[in-house]
């Protein structure tokens, strides 16, 4: 009963969005708003951002959290945390619980005006006005569904998305929100690769930390769980794998991550290094984070799509600037 009316709230929220995004539509074709010449990197990384938030917020629909049980929220949000953080958010999880139905459906609709804002106001007042909801959304979700990125569970690894979603989130937002006059064509985009360099080199140091777990059977916590049996399947036999020879894939996921780590320091040719970096990342997406068909409250693409991205946006040689342009809006 409680998906039944779940559901069929959801359908009216639905007639809502579709006028809302109707009367944008329409704007969009009457309201003509000159655009300035930006780094073209600065306006992929933006529309890159707003897509990853409309689509969290499609992939928050299905009811996977609607439940009227604090115990059984808890599990799925915190399966790997111990037991004092699982107590810690209780006041969150009796909230949530409490009218999950309204919960949720407000998190669908932020996540998906948010997208849909940051899209169509691209540098605009309102633009930047979404970026800092965008940025204080995602330091909230970081803070109590993702009990700070999942910091305390264990093993700590960067393949569930550590040190998580809503951190990457709202570090991008706080980037996005420098003015563009601050960005640098050549040395903004270095920064950031470099940046995803060190990520990876830490990710690499942590994947192979011996008293992590994750040369043993504990390697099976840094796969994820998914509803969709499908996703759910391909996760299972990869961790079955990793089960079966835990030292050898852990080996081979440190590798990789070091040789990514060296090749985003020095950089190189576009097409090559994003197909190098997105083995490992649309991998890790698949069985560490199962593609954001998962159960999570906000952010839920995670952070394997963002970091993928900039990198392809990064690496290369400079993209330039955008040309002054004025665009329906």
Same mark, same amino acid.
């Given at each position: 009963?409680?998906?039944?009316?779940?559901?069929?709230?959801?359908?009216?929220?639905?007639?809502?969005?579709?006028?809302?995004?109707?009367?944008?539509?329409?704007?969009?074709?009457?309201?003509?708003?000159?655009?300035?010449?930006?780094?073209?990197?600065? *306006? #992929? #990384?933006?529309?890159? =951002?707003?897509?990853?938030?409309?689509?969290?917020? $499609?992939?928050?629909?299905?009811?996977?959290?609607?439940?009227?049980?604090?115990?059984?929220?808890?599990?799925? +949000?915190?399966? *790997?945390?111990?037991?004092?953080?699982?107590?810690?958010?209780?006041?969150?999880?009796?909230?949530?619980?409490?009218?999950?139905?309204?919960?949720?459906?407000?998190?669908?609709?932020?996540?998906?005006?948010?997208?849909?804002?940051? $899209?169509?106001?691209?540098?605009?007042?309102?633009?930047? $006005?979404?970026?800092?909801?965008?940025?204080?959304?995602?330091?909230?979700?970081?803070?109590?569904?993702?009990? +700070?990125?999942?910091?305390?569970?264990?093993?700590?690894?960067?393949?569930?998305?550590?040190?998580?979603?809503?951190?990457?989130? &709202?570090?991008?937002?706080?980037?996005?929100?420098?003015?563009?006059?601050?960005?640098?064509?050549?040395?903004?985009?270095?920064?950031?690769?470099?940046?995803?360099?060190? =990520?990876?080199?830490?990710?690499?140091?942590?994947?192979?930390?011996?008293?992590?777990?994750?040369?043993?059977?504990?390697?099976?916590? $840094?796969?994820?769980?998914?509803?969709?049996?499908?996703?759910?399947?391909?996760?299972?036999? &990869?961790?079955?794998?990793?089960?079966?020879?835990?030292?050898? =894939?852990?080996?081979?996921?440190?590798? =990789?991550?070091?040789?990514?780590?060296?090749?985003?320091?020095?950089? !190189?040719?576009?097409?090559?290094?994003?197909?190098?970096?997105?083995? #490992?990342?649309?991998?890790?997406?698949?069985?560490?984070? !199962?593609?954001?068909?998962?159960?999570?409250?906000?952010?839920?693409?995670?952070?394997?799509?963002?970091?993928?991205? +900039?990198?392809?946006?990064?690496?290369?040689?400079?993209?330039?600037?955008?040309?002054?342009? !004025?665009?329906?809006?």
């Amino acid at each position: 009963m409680l998906v039944v009316n779940y559901y069929q709230t959801l359908i009216d929220v639905a007639l809502f969005l579709f006028f809302v995004i109707g009367a944008k539509v329409i704007a969009l074709f009457t309201i003509r708003v000159k655009k300035p010449a930006v780094p073209y990197v600065r *306006h #992929l #990384l933006w529309q890159g =951002y707003a897509v990853w938030w409309l689509v969290s917020g $499609i992939v928050q629909i299905p009811p996977w959290v609607v439940t009227h049980s604090p115990a059984h929220l808890g599990q799925v +949000l915190y399966r *790997h945390d111990p037991p004092r953080v699982v107590a810690f958010y209780h006041f969150f999880l009796a909230w949530w619980t409490a009218k999950p139905i309204t919960w949720n459906i407000l998190v669908i609709l932020v996540q998906i005006l948010v997208g849909l804002m940051l $899209i169509t106001e691209e540098e605009d007042l309102a633009g930047r $006005i979404t970026l800092v909801v965008a940025g204080i959304w995602s330091f909230l979700v970081w803070l109590i569904p993702e009990a +700070l990125g999942h910091l305390l569970g264990v093993p700590f690894s960067a393949v569930p998305g550590a040190p998580g979603a809503g951190l990457i989130a &709202a570090g991008i937002a706080a980037i996005l929100l420098v003015p563009p006059r601050h960005w640098h064509v050549e040395k903004t985009p270095r920064g950031i690769r470099q940046i995803i360099a060190v =990520y990876c080199a830490l990710a690499a140091l942590v994947q192979m930390n011996p008293w992590s777990g994750l040369w043993g059977p504990d390697i099976r916590k $840094i796969f994820a769980y998914s509803p969709v049996s499908g996703v759910q399947k391909v996760i299972g036999m &990869a961790a079955q794998i990793a089960h079966n020879s835990p030292e050898v =894939y852990n080996l081979g996921l440190s590798i =990789y991550f070091l040789i990514l780590a060296v090749a985003l320091w020095r950089n !190189g040719n576009r097409w090559l290094f994003i197909g190098l970096a997105s083995v #490992l990342w649309l991998w890790i997406w698949l069985t560490g984070q !199962g593609l954001g068909l998962v159960p999570e409250i906000g952010d839920n693409l995670n952070t394997a799509p963002l970091v993928l991205w +900039l990198i392809a946006i990064t690496v290369g040689r400079p993209m330039g600037m955008t040309k002054n342009r !004025g665009r329906l809006g």
